[in-house]
């Protein structure tokens, strides 16, 4: 049986969070998502909340905690606002983890202290215009030219790549030709501020508003042959090992909103009045809101569920996909749920129940789509 119960520390880091989510989030997020403004000030203080350094060692700065604690701080980030969460997700999952995983100790000692820190974001460069799910379809090359390596290609849809504190991109591309003729796909890191590494301007979106996407594009943009991480080769099954623990991660951000969206609507059932009695008092309104918490609950058990797999070192992709999967389901039906108990404020773009109805659909495209998690999990069941 699984023992669902926090420890002491799991339940102060939970409620810390929830305190800084509700103090300090809450009141400018609004304004910081219509202007489109990346949260400079709340993800500095993530910072010195250890948040960034959740789940790393301590000598490159991290705490030693484990990855259920980083999805308890997502997911009461995430019941105020999605953008600041998927800040600190990408930041560690996405653009951490990734050298924490494969990189020297050269490397791990250059990064990562900043990382750890929440001084320096870094990110990840996958997608690509010409293939988004299809992972492998790359078009950006990197061509050993003595001791550089020299890329040129494109990448879009890309978190955390043009923040004031983005320190370095890490880059799937394609380094040569198998022995059997297929491509030999590599990660090479590459620093802000690079000669030929342009970061476009950001996306206009429409949810996420407040966190960092951009595409970024690369000609003839050399760096040493050093910032290769991990082995030559390898890049894609490393890229693709860090995407299914960040899958965990965003499960929680969804699981967030999901609960996020009951939060919002037993507050407004309980003040609204409509034909002379609360909304409380309808049966139809509380019904709405109990299924509602059951998704939540649900998307819940099954990010916990992930997490305790990856704790264990135990294989755990399909317990990956499964909480993405359930997150971003829960996500979907509940902001939608909650647009309809809201009526026409759902609608309105200071409303949370509105920018939880357009960040919610984020979640069943972003690191990878919803037909993508249920490959994952047919393929492990044996169905090919």
Not at 4 to 22: D, I, M, P, S
Not at 37 to 63: I, K, Q, S, T
Not at 80 to 87: F, I, L, R, T
Not at 193 to 220: I, M
Request: charged share 20%; proline share 3%; net charge negative.
């Amino acid at each position: 049986m699984i023992d669902l119960r926090l420890t002491n520390e799991q339940e102060l880091l939970r409620k810390t969070v929830r305190a800084f989510a509700r103090d300090e989030v809450a009141p400018v997020i609004g304004e910081l998502y219509e202007r489109g403004d990346f949260p400079y000030r709340l993800v500095a203080a993530l910072g010195r909340m250890g948040l960034f350094g959740l789940v790393f060692d301590e000598e490159h700065g991290g705490a030693g905690g484990d990855f259920l604690s980083l999805c308890l701080a997502l997911e009461e980030l995430a019941r105020v606002d999605s953008s600041v969460a998927v800040a600190l997700s990408a930041g560690v999952s996405l653009g951490a983890l990734p050298i924490h995983r494969f990189g020297s100790p050269e490397q791990k000692r250059r990064w990562l202290p900043a990382l750890c820190a929440g001084e320096a974001l870094a990110a990840l460069g996958m997608t690509e215009p010409s293939g988004g799910t299809d992972a492998g379809a790359l078009r950006t090359t990197a061509v050993l030219d003595g001791d550089t390596w020299v890329l040129n290609g494109e990448k879009c849809f890309i978190t955390n790549a043009g923040t004031g504190i983005t320190s370095l991109v890490t880059v799937t591309a394609v380094t040569g030709t198998l022995p059997d003729g297929g491509r030999e796909i590599s990660t090479i890191m590459v620093p802000s501020g690079t000669p030929g590494f342009t970061v476009a301007p950001p996306y206009s979106k429409v949810g996420w508003c407040a966190s960092d996407t951009r595409a970024l594009s690369f000609v003839d943009c050399r760096v040493p042959a050093e910032n290769l991480l991990g082995t030559r080769g390898l890049g894609l099954a490393q890229s693709m090992s860090v995407l299914d623990e960040s899958r965990i991660a965003i499960a929680a951000v969804g699981t967030g909103l999901a609960q996020g969206c009951v939060d919002e609507c037993v507050r407004y059932a309980r003040q609204r009045e409509t034909f002379g009695r609360l909304l409380a008092g309808h049966q139809s309104i509380r019904f709405r809101i109990a299924d509602m918490e059951v998704r939540a609950h649900t998307a819940r058990l099954a990010c916990y569920a992930a997490a305790a797999a990856l704790g264990r070192g135990a294989g755990f992709s399909k317990e990956a996909a499964m909480a993405k999967l359930a997150s971003s389901r829960a996500a979907m039906e509940n902001s939608r749920e909650a647009t309809q108990v809201f009526g026409g404020y759902g609608l309105m773009n200071d409303c949370p129940v509105g920018r939880f109805y357009r960040d919610a659909k984020v979640f069943e495209v972003g690191e990878g789509t919803t037909e993508v998690q249920q490959m994952v999990i047919a393929h492990h069941l044996g169905l090919g």
